[in-house]
């Protein structure tokens, strides 16, 4: 039995990854963005020990969602699954960064710093960083602004920004796996409707990674669907691409990420 938590497993990828584990007898801790998303979870996946409710656009919410994770105990494995892709720039509170930048790179790096560490910790990417613009630039959007900022561009740009978080977490985590995924183009809110793949074989992957059914000494690597190793963008691995990224990250949240 392990014990697991996967953020934003209201629906989609994380809900499924959920579900099955928590029939394999796993216990498994789903997490919502509010009380209502909570609920529908908790009724999705009954067999759940807990579920924890935190807006990951939020850095507050974030931070304290970390503290609620710690005070669970030690995780078998983390999945930092919850994303988004679709909508307006939508510029939060506290850093004025948008929502969908916040949820998709923020907020994993504001729970790699803050969170005890577990066995395997699962950065939940995407194909899209291929597409990605990988200047490593103005990754917050302070200087372009809402008037350029378009969702799907944007969206492979953080997909590619939290590889190379991924990266930079795994070279500092020993005795972690620390891994990216592209879980498959799927028709959910944030696949679309026109997508080609099966939910269930990115979530063979989710199932293998968070049971910990792989060579635990891989970190710093890139899975996709039906458990298979996949082949990033070169430039995921480029050091110097992965501290400029943590350092961007550090800057605006005023956090560390200790080796
Ligand atoms: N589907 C694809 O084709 C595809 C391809 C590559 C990568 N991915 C990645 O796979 C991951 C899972 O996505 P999915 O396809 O399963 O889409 P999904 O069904 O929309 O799941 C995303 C989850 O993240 C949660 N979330 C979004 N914003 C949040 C916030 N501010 N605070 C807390 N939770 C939030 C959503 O909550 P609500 O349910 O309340 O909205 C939802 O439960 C994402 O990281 C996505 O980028 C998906």
Known sequence: MVRVLI?????????????????????????????????HAKAACPGAAGVLTADLSSLNET?????????????????????MLYGPFRKTAETGIPAMVFVNVL??????????????????????????????????WFKRGEAVFEDFPAYCDSKFHVMLL????????????????????????VGGTEAPDKLEDGVETYIM???????QTLTGKYFVPKKQLGVPLAATNEI????????ACEDVTGLKLFD
């Open 7 to 39: 953020t934003g497993s209201a629906d989609g990828f994380g809900l499924e990854a959920a579900r099955q584990l928590a029939q394999h007898g796993h216990s498994v801790y789903l997490h919502a963005r509010n009380e209502s998303r909570a609920q």
């Open 240 to 247: 110097n691409l992965q501290e400029k990224m943590v350092k």
């Open 107 to 140: 907020a994993p790096y504001i729970l790699a710093c803050l969170l005890n560490r577990p066995k395997r910790l699962v950065f939940i990417a995407s194909q899209l960083h291929q597409q990605a613009d990988t200047s490593v630039e103005d990754i917050f």
């Open 166 to 189: 991924a990266n930079a977490v795994a070279k500092r985590f020993h005795g972690t796996s620390v891994v990216s995924v592209h879980p498959g183009w799927v028709a959910t809110k």
């Open 63 to 83: 931070k304290a969602f970390a503290a609620a994770i710690n005070a669970i105990g030690e995780f078998d494995a983390i999945i930092l699954n919850a994303g």
């Open 209 to 215: 990674l968070a049971e910990g059914n792989y060579d």
